[in-house]
């Protein structure tokens, strides 16, 4: 993983911000391209779809964790707590 992170991390709250490399912005259009399959999947088998959401969600939401600058932890207005 790079060191300066995918993502921005947020400066309050906890989780990640908007992405601020190619690989961030490239994951998050990805994931937006598997969750704007759902409703053609839904069609075809709703539990595909809920398995893709559920999949797609989790996948998304690791390598944000794992790739965001400064980790994911608590901030209140800017400085970790």
Not at 39 to 59: D, K, M, V, Y
Not at 73 to 81: E, L, M, S, T
Request: aromatic letters at 14%.
């Amino acid at each position: 993983m790079s060191e300066d992170g995918w993502f921005k991390a947020k400066r309050n709250g906890y989780g990640s911000g908007p992405p601020i490399s190619w690989q961030g912005w490239a994951l998050t259009i990805a994931y937006i391209a598997a969750i704007a399959t759902a409703p053609w999947i839904a069609r075809q088998t709703p539990e595909g779809a809920i398995l893709l959401f559920i999949a797609a969600t989790a996948s998304f939401l690791l390598m944000a964790a794992r790739t965001t600058r400064g980790g994911w932890r608590f901030r209140r207005n800017g400085k970790p707590d």
